[in-house]
């Protein structure tokens, strides 16, 4: 069982918008920053977004990240088929001293 | 740019010790901008992070992995290894090397492709 969060799954048709949630608590995303992954079928993560909202290098901005409370939300807008994937979050976890990633939550573009 | 690449053994027996390398190209793994971490992620489920080193040698591993892992770094060779004791079938996974950027938190912006590693007798 994961320290955080995320739902086994979500849906959208391609050009629409999807939000992918991460729940955690105080000791991790609460006063921690958040990291998201993208996980394309058989390949390795990609960091899609670092400090919660911050896209590195390379990386539209169709994806978008925020941060509220002991809450974190990926935002993807403009769904393509190719964004279907495994998307990942991340974060420290300050009780536990271990960097704890969600269980991951699957994206399928219908 | 800069490239990681895992390798090692694919299959190793219940008991004793995985080993894997991590070879980094493209930059140096001495620039001193960053960490170097290793992640698994056994068949069909989520990411669990090991642990990371530094090029000075100073390492942080995952409490739960903390007595059997040790990650170490060859500067000159642009290597770092990670050797996990005592494994079960419970350490089957997919074995990704990745560098650790520093900004407000822990952030993994490279990764290498993955080993895949069975234990299995």
């Known amino acids: 069982q994961s320290v955080l969060t995320q739902p086994p799954s979500v849906s959208a048709a391609p050009g629409q918008k999807v939000t992918i949630s991460c729940s955690g608590s105080s000791s991790n995303i609460g006063n921690n920053y958040v990291s998201w992954y993208q996980q394309l079928p058989g390949t390795a993560p990609k960091l899609l977004i670092y400090d919660n909202n911050k896209r590195p290098s390379g990386i539209p901005d169709r994806f978008s990240g925020s941060k509220s409370g002991t809450s974190a939300t990926l935002g993807i807008t403009g769904l393509q088929t190719g964004d279907e994937a495994d998307y990942y979050c991340?974060?420290?976890?300050?009780?536990?001293?271990?960097?704890?990633f969600g269980g991951g939550t699957k994206l399928t573009v219908l | 740019q800069v490239q990681l690449q895992e390798s090692g053994p694919g299959l190793v027996k219940p008991s004793q010790t995985l080993s894997l390398t991590c070879t980094v190209s493209g930059g140096s793994i001495s620039s001193g901008d960053y960490y170097w971490s290793w992640i698994r992620q056994p068949p069909g489920k989520g990411l669990e992070w090991i642990g990371y080193i530094y090029y000075s040698g100073s390492t942080y591993y995952n409490p739960s992995l903390k007595s059997r892992v040790t990650i170490s770094v060859d500067t000159s060779k642009n290597q770092f290894s990670l050797k996990l004791s005592s494994v079960t079938a419970a350490d089957t996974a997919v074995y990704y090397c990745?560098?650790?950027?520093?900004?407000?938190?822990?952030?993994?912006?490279?990764w290498g492709q993955g080993t895949m590693v069975t234990v299995s007798s």
């Open positions: 991340g974060t420290w976890d300050s009780s536990l001293s271990v960097l704890v």
């Open positions: 990745a560098r650790v950027m520093v900004a407000g938190t822990i952030a993994f912006d490279i």
